[in-house]
């Protein structure tokens, strides 16, 4: 609904009337020509679309050498602080025509809504992010450590968690701080060490943690500088 000050109007201007300023919000819309305006000491162009919100206090001054015409709102709804320097989208246009028929047909209703709807279009209310669904690591990985017989990809995992590779992928670097193949091998390692903890041969952790052969499962914690070492076998 309209504040309590809000008024809608249509007008046209022409010579500069001199600088001024309002203790309310004042938006115009171009409808037709030109309207050379100063804000606050900064030129502005309103031309057919355009708009302007002049914050409270400002002073202001306009002219238009061959004319123009606005539908203007004077308002006190202060949801208009936050557009002081946006442009309204290409939908109002429409929206402020009919609002200008409205003032000129004297439709009360059209001008009661209008100004909360002229808000509401020239920047619409952001919608609310839907919330992601959360990965279950911890299944994820029991699941992971039991295919180790398989070669599992990018989307073998992105499958469990019904994401996309390209999701799964991001989500991992976010979540995890690494990507999921990086965090796949460091899941077989982290076995393998516990495994081989518990006196298992090197030829059995290999097994179980889905490495082709001993040697490639000890080129591989070799390789992330594992201080136990594994030569030799039980």
Request: hydrophobic share 40%; aromatic share 6%; with cysteine.
């Amino acid at each position: 609904m309209a504040g309590a000050h809000d008024a809608l109007s249509v007008r046209h201007y022409g010579a500069s009337p001199g600088s001024h300023a309002h203790d309310h919000f004042q938006i115009l819309l171009g409808l037709e020509g030109w309207l050379e305006l100063e804000v606050d000491g900064r030129g502005r162009r309103v031309g057919t679309g355009d708009g302007v919100v002049i914050a409270p206090g400002l002073r202001h001054d306009f002219e238009s050498t061959r004319g123009a015409r606005c539908l203007v709102l004077d308002s006190s709804n202060m949801g208009w602080t936050r557009l002081d320097r946006s442009a309204p989208l290409p939908d109002t246009l429409p929206l402020a025509r009919y609002l200008a028929s409205a003032c000129a047909s004297g439709l009360v209703r059209a001008r009661q809504l209008g100004p909360a709807l002229l808000l509401e279009a020239w920047a619409p209310p952001a919608l609310p992010r839907r919330s992601r669904r959360a990965i279950d690591w911890q299944s994820l990985q029991a699941w992971a450590l039991k295919a180790v017989d398989e070669r599992l990809s990018v989307a073998d995992l992105a499958t469990r968690t019904h994401l996309s590779p390209a999701q799964f992928t991001e989500r991992c670097q976010q979540e995890l701080g690494q990507s999921p193949m990086a965090w796949l091998r460091s899941l077989r390692m982290d076995r393998a060490r516990h495994l081989r903890a518990q006196g298992l041969p090197v030829a059995e952790v290999a097994r179980r943690c889905g490495y082709r052969s001993p040697s490639a499962l000890t080129a591989a914690l070799r390789k992330q500088d594992d201080p136990t070492p594994l030569n030799g076998d039980d």
